[in-house]
C-alpha cells in the first residue's frame, strides 16, 4: 500500500498557511484510522478510508474561491475532481481514486450511507466537528442517535462527548 505520509504532506501543502484546515483532516484521519482498525477493516478498506479521510474536505478551498462559500454541498460538488487530479498525479490505482472520489462526493450525505468506509469517514468527520463547532451535549447526542452506527465510533462519541 502506498504511505499516505506523502499524500498528507501533498494536502499540507494544499492548505499551506491554513492550519486550521490542516489541523481538522489530520484529526479526521487518526480518528478514521483508529475506528476502521477497531472494527477489523480489511487491508484494502482501511487504506481506501484512510485516504478519503485526509482529502474529504478537498473541495472546501475551491469552493471559498468560487462561491465565497464552503457548505457541504458545495465541498460535495467540487472535491472529487481535485481528489481525482491529486491521487492521479500520486499514482494511486483507479479503483482506490473511483472510491474515494465518491466518499469526498458524499461525506456530508448521511441517508443511504453505503459501505463501512463512508459510515466510519462520517463518524470520524463528526467526532472532529463536535468539537471544532462547540455542539451542544443536546446536538452531539442527536447526531450520536442519528450518525453513529459502528461501535467503535459510538464508543468513542460517548467517552469525549457524553
Do not use: W
Amino acid at each position: 500500500m502506498k504511505s499516505q505520509i506523502i499524500l498528507q504532506q501533498k494536502m499540507m501543502e494544499y492548505y499551506s498557511g491554513d492550519p486550521k484546515r490542516i489541523q481538522h483532516f489530520i484529526k479526521v484521519h487518526s480518528f478514521a484510522k483508529m475506528i476502521g482498525e477497531l472494527e477489523g477493516l480489511n487491508a484494502s478498506t482501511q487504506n481506501i478510508l484512510e485516504i478519503a479521510a485526509i482529502v474529504h474536505d478537498i473541495g472546501i478551498k475551491i469552493s471559498e474561491e468560487k462561491y465565497g462559500n464552503c457548505n457541504g454541498k458545495l465541498q460535495e460538488q467540487e472535491g472529487p475532481a481535485i481528489a481525482k487530479q491529486m491521487l492521479t498525479e500520486l499514482n494511486y490505482d483507479d479503483n482506490i481514486i473511483e472510491r474515494v472520489c465518491y466518499l469526498v462526493g458524499y461525506h456530508h450525505t448521511y441517508n443511504n450511507i453505503n459501505g463501512i468506509d463512508y459510515q466510519i469517514l462520517v463518524e470520524a468527520d463528526f467526532l472532529v466537528n463536535m468539537y471544532e463547532d462547540g455542539l451542544t451535549k443536546e446536538a452531539i447526542l442527536s447526531a450520536y442517535n442519528k450518525i453513529f452506527r459502528t461501535k467503535s465510533g459510538s464508543q468513542l462519541c460517548k467517552i469525549i462527548f457524553l
